[in-house]
C-alpha cells in the first residue's frame, strides 16, 4: 500500500487551482502544444492522449483543446518550449521538484529562485531530490454513487495491472508503473469507472510533516510556484499538501 492518501492531501489545493481556471486553461494549452509537436493525432501521439485526458478531466473546453492542436500543426514561428525541472527544499526540509515549459530559461529560473529564497526554501543542484521520488502512474475514483465493494474493485484494478490500491471512505486510488498506466486506466475505462484525476506523477517515496512553524511559509512557496505562469506542475513529499 502507498501509506497515505495522496488524494486527501491534494484535494484542498485542487479546490484552490478551481478558482484559477483560466490560468490552468492556459498552461495546459501550452502543455498540449508541446505534446502535439509530436504529432496531432491523438490515437497515434501517447503523450498528446494523456494531455488532452488531462485537460478535459477538468473540463477545458474543447474548442481551447482543438486550438492548442492546430496552433502546434500549423506553427511557422518558430515557436518553442525549453521543458526543465527545478529541485530544491522548502521551509522544514520539505523536497520540492518543480516542472516548468519556457520561451524564457533565465526567466523562469530567477521565478523559481525567488520563490523558494523568498519563503525560507532552497534551490538544490540536479538530483538533490529526484530520487526520493518515483514516476507513476495515478488514478482517483471517487467512491460517491459507486456500489462496488472494497475487494471486488482491488481485485479489478490488480488484474487490470495496477501496483497498488490506496482505499478511503473518499476514494480509491490507483497507483501503477508509467508504463503500464495507460493499459489500466483503459482497462478500467472500460469497465465504466469515471477519473477525478488519471495522470503520470511523481510520488514521494516518503512524505514527511511540515513543521507547524513552516506551513504557512510553506503554502506561500507552493502558491507562489503554481502562480507562475511557467511552471506546469509543483511535486513535494509533505504530508497535507
Avoid: C
Amino acid at each position: 500500500m502507498a501509506g497515505h492518501s495522496k488524494w486527501k492531501n491534494i484535494q484542498g489545493r485542487k479546490n484552490a487551482q478551481d478558482s484559477k481556471r483560466a490560468k490552468v486553461f492556459q498552461k495546459l494549452a501550452k502543455e498540449i502544444f508541446v505534446a502535439a509537436k509530436g504529432g496531432a493525432d491523438i490515437a497515434t501521439n501517447a503523450s498528446l492522449r494523456l494531455v488532452v485526458d488531462k485537460a478535459k478531466a477538468v473540463n477545458m473546453p474543447n474548442d481551447n483543446i482543438k486550438r492548442a492542436i492546430d496552433k502546434a500543426a500549423g506553427n511557422t514561428s518558430g515557436e518553442h518550449y525549453d521543458e526543465i525541472t527545478y529541485e530544491g527544499y522548502g521551509p522544514g526540509g520539505i523536497a520540492v521538484l518543480v516542472h516548468t515549459l519556457t520561451d524564457n530559461r533565465n526567466r523562469t529560473s530567477t521565478n523559481v529562485r525567488v520563490a523558494f529564497n523568498k519563503n525560507g526554501g532552497s534551490l538544490g543542484e540536479t538530483g538533490s531530490v529526484a530520487y526520493m521520488f518515483d514516476r507513476k502512474g495515478y488514478i482517483v475514483i471517487e467512491r460517491g454513487g459507486l456500489e462496488v465493494d472494497e475487494d471486488t474493485f482491488m481485485l479489478e484494478a490488480i488484474e487490470a495491472g495496477a501496483d497498488d490500491v490506496e482505499l478511503s471512505e473518499e476514494a480509491f486510488e490507483v497507483y501503477t508503473e508509467a508504463s503500464a498506466f495507460t493499459a489500466v486506466k483503459d482497462a478500467l475505462s472500460e469497465a465504466g469507472y469515471a477519473f477525478a484525476t488519471a495522470e503520470l506523477s511523481m510520488i514521494p517515496q516518503v512524505v514527511n510533516e511540515v513543521p507547524d512553524d513552516k506551513k504557512e511559509q510553506f503554502e506561500r512557496m507552493i502558491d507562489a510556484l503554481e502562480d507562475d505562469d511557467d511552471v506546469q506542475e509543483v511535486y513535494t513529499n509533505a504530508d497535507g499538501f
